[in-house]
């Protein structure tokens, strides 16, 4: 394992789970060897997201929303908005969807395993 640096000037972000955003891998990922994942999930402007019910299957999920809010909803607390300086931690397997969004929404995402898959519901 060795010390990660990830600077924010310039950043590249990267399609991924959802076409709705662009992701930018924070370098967790191999430094931890696949053990957890960070990255930052950027709303693409324009794109609105399609609110499916889905699971993850993971050992932990968390997320802080840094910039903008985005709206969630959860089969065990119903209806959450958050905005810049809210966190959610989703326990593994809750069915959850996301309803929608700012075009400006930028929030961190910390996941154990980085790699994980998704579940339609």
């Known amino acids: 394992m060795t010390t990660v640096v990830s600077h924010g000037d310039g950043a590249h972000f990267d399609d991924g789970l959802r076409a709705f955003f662009a992701y930018r891998d924070l370098g967790i990922r ?3 060897g696949g053990k957890i994942g960070a990255h930052v999930i950027r709303a693409v402007p324009g794109e609105g997201p ?6 993850h299957s993971l050992d932990f999920q968390m997320v802080y929303v840094l910039r903008g809010w985005v709206e969630f909803e959860y089969e ?14 989703q326990p593994p397997m809750v069915k959850h969807r996301e309803v929608r969004h700012s075009d400006d929404l930028e929030m961190l995402e910390i996941t154990s395993p980085a790699e994980f898959e ?4």
């Not at 998704?118 to 519901?121: F, L, R």
């Open 30 to 32: 191999g430094a931890s």
């Open 50 to 55: 399609k609110p499916e019910w889905h699971t």
């Open 76 to 89: 065990d607390i119903g209806f959450v908005r958050l905005e810049a300086g809210s966190s959610v931690y």
């Open 118 to 121: 998704t579940q339609m519901v």
